[in-house]
């Protein structure tokens, strides 16, 4: 990673934080620059961070690259999860490369894996198939400067302005406390980074030094991202040696009495969702808590599963019943692959 540049002097800032402008001339002039001190909104994150202990040459300097990215609030607007169905969700990461990648990722890193498991409680195979999901194993990060991305949903973003001020604030705290160039760290049009994506509050929460060489470099590093990954579900519950869902059975239709596909914590009972006519194709405690779970796996028909609590904390990393099902069944596969492969 480079070293960040540490500039004194006068500097300018891109129009995603002229927030204090009217609203038209952001409109029509989205690539204006102006005076930092001139935007209050601005300057206050910038003091907010000031006194946190980050120069404020530094910071002026950083804001100075920011440029707004209107393509980065259109992609907020089209995620997968809101538009693609399971059976075309799916077929985006259950690829042969992916599962193949994913074995191959699987051997490579075999012992960090593995000492991840044992610290955490977490497979390997579904670290890994989380990194694959997210990054393709490390190869595609994200072409998005992440500046441009968190500054602009920052400052523009209609709802979520405040979340990712929060984010902003965040990534600027850990470039400058890593020595890295903030201009040059590239992600999700989200703000997510590295191998992982963890967005910036996820990184200061979770990110772990997994190798012990004094930094948390979830961009280069697959080692602290392998550890990371395995710490943020360790954190959000995750229970080792516990199954993610159970094969189900039920009616040509989903009945109108139960919740299906939640992302929130179990709280249906086996029992409860048998009572309706949804059954697990194994045997399980009445009482265990189960997320009632359907799947159009073509345009006519549905198969129906039960999550519990590790599906569950998979949708802590995303908040999408489709992503959580997609991280299991690839995890599946690559362990199948991999135990193929011997």
Known sequence: MKRARNKAGSYLVAALIACSMPAAFAEEHPAEAVDLQKNERTQILVDELIAQGIPEAWLRDAFSHAVYSQEVLD????????????????????????????????????????????????????????????????????????????????????????FFRGELAAFLQIAYEQEVDPAELYGSYAGAMGYPQFIPTSY??????????????????????????????????????????????????PPETLTFNQTSA??????????????????????????????EIDDSHMRYRLGENNFYVITRYNHSHLYAMAVAELAEAIQAKAEEQG
């Open 75 to 162: 992609a907020m607007e089209g995620a997968a999860e809101r538009r693609l169905r399971w059976y075309e969700y799916r077929d985006i990461f259950l690829t042969q490369q992916r599962i193949e990648e994913g074995a191959a990722f699987m051997q490579a890193h075999a012992e960090t894996l593995a000492r991840a498991e044992d610290v955490y409680g977490v497979p390997g195979n579904v670290i890994t198939a989380i990194i694959g999901v997210e990054t393709y194993y490390g190869r595609h990060k994200g072409r998005h400067r992440v500046l441009d991305s968190l500054a602009t949903l920052a400052f523009y973003h209609p709802s979520r302005g405040q």
């Open 204 to 253: 200061q929460a979770y990110a772990v030094d997994f190798d012990d060489d004094g930094l948390r470099d979830l961009w280069e590093n697959p080692v602290d991202a392998i550890g990371s990954v395995a710490n943020y579900f360790a954190v959000h519950g995750w229970q080792r040696d516990g199954a993610i869902y159970h094969e189900a059975s039920g009616p040509d239709e």
């Open 266 to 295: 179990p709280d249906i009972t086996v029992a409860d969702a048998a009572a309706v006519g949804i059954e697990s194709q194994q045997a399980l405690a009445n009482s265990l808590p189960v997320i009632p779970l359907v799947f």
